[in-house]
């Protein structure tokens, strides 16, 4: 293979990554103002997706797994915790902890969001997309989740 189709292909799949980033970054963002997602901070936001997806933990538990210090977590789950979305347990194997998982209030909170952030797409390709439009999107689907699965 000579080097000019070498690197005309590497400059298509350039021209690929940074669109794919892009348009990922806009349907997030689109997806993101279909749910009220409040004043939460982006912290707030992945202490919820986190606990949602992981389950009850401690503070410390969150504050590694964010990336943060303990002292930065704690202001964060105060917060949480004065707008009713987690709450905390004392620990039964160790007093001193607190288990901190979702409220319902926050769990139908995150379930709401979702629905309407799906009917909103789903009424949107149905809106925008002819029936051959939509077998096409199906078909980069399955090249994009080619792209990120492992």
Known sequence: MDSSHT????????RLAGDIRGLAGKL????????DVGDLTPSQTAVL???EKDGPTTTSSLARAE??????MGAVIAALENVGLVQGVQDPGDGRQTILSLTDTCRRWIEEGRAA???WL???IHARLSAPEQEQLLAALALLERLVDD
Request: hydrophobic share 30%; glycine share 4%.
């Open 28 to 35: 997030k963002r689109r997806l993101r103002e279909q749910a």
């Open 122 to 124: 789903m009424r949107t």
């Open 117 to 119: 952030r799906q009917d």
């Open 7 to 14: 690197d005309a292909e590497l400059a298509r799949a350039t």
């Open 67 to 72: 990336g943060m210090r303990p002292q930065s």
């Open 49 to 51: 997706l986190r606990l």
